[in-house]
């Protein structure tokens, strides 16, 4: 795999909507995976890695979905 350090083609603007949408993706990744506690019913307080609206996109080998693939 190459990965060009340098190019010799200087853009005509700044490309903002790139940063526009790196900035979005970071901020999604932190509110998304950031630990919290749950409170359990049995276990108590315990700590989960994930929010519930990332479980459901999280690849299980014992229950899979035909969109897991796509």
């Known amino acids: ?3 060009p350090i340098a190019t ?4 005509r603007q700044t490309p903002y909507m790139n940063y526009f949408l790196i900035a979005v993706n970071i901020v ?10 749950v409170i359990h019913p049995i276990y ?4 989960e890695p994930l929010r ?3 479980q459901q996109f999280m690849l299980l080998p ?4 035909i969109w897991h693939f796509v």
């Open 28 to 37: 999604i990744f932190l509110l998304t995976y950031s630990p919290h506690y």
């Open 1 to 3: 795999m190459l990965l």
């Open 62 to 65: 014992n229950l899979p979905n």
């Open 52 to 54: 519930n609206s990332a």
């Open 44 to 47: 108590g307080k315990i700590l």
């Open 8 to 11: 010799s083609i200087k853009p």
